[in-house]
């Protein structure tokens, strides 16, 4: 059964950091471009990040900075780097999986297949 699973969110202090990963199972990632949104209460689904098969990468103007996203083919897994946390970074940050490898119009939801059930990542003092 193909699933992506998401962990490593949790409750940071303002400026702190978070590594969040993106695990696959029933299927090997290798050939896929994988994406990073998020979801405020009350807000649409906001695409943040997104990584080719081949390791190109596009962030959200928001991040730019501050976030960085990988992966590591050989864990079947994709990393999503906070840094710098603000209080609008709170969120569910959910990854998902195109059928594609490339990064194409990474923010439109519509362009991925699969997606994970999300991790919680609360930045508040």
């Known amino acids: 059964q193909l699933q992506l699973v998401e962990s490593g969110g949790g409750l940071v202090q303002p400026g702190g950091s978070l590594r969040l990963s993106c695990a696959a199972s029933?299927?090997?990632?290798?050939?896929?471009?994988i994406g990073w949104f998020r979801q405020a209460p009350g807000k649409e689904r906001e695409g943040v990040s997104c990584i080719s098969n081949s390791g190109g990468t596009n962030y959200a103007d928001s991040v730019k900075g501050r976030f960085t996203i990988s992966r590591d083919n050989a864990k079947n897994t994709v990393y999503l780097q906070m840094n710098s946390l603000k209080p609008e970074d709170t969120a569910i940050y959910y990854c998902a999986a195109s059928v594609r490898p490339m990064c194409v119009i990474f923010q439109k939801v519509e362009k991925y297949d699969y997606w994970g059930q999300g991790t919680q990542v609360t930045v508040s003092s």
């Open positions: 029933g299927f090997t990632l290798n050939n896929n471009a």
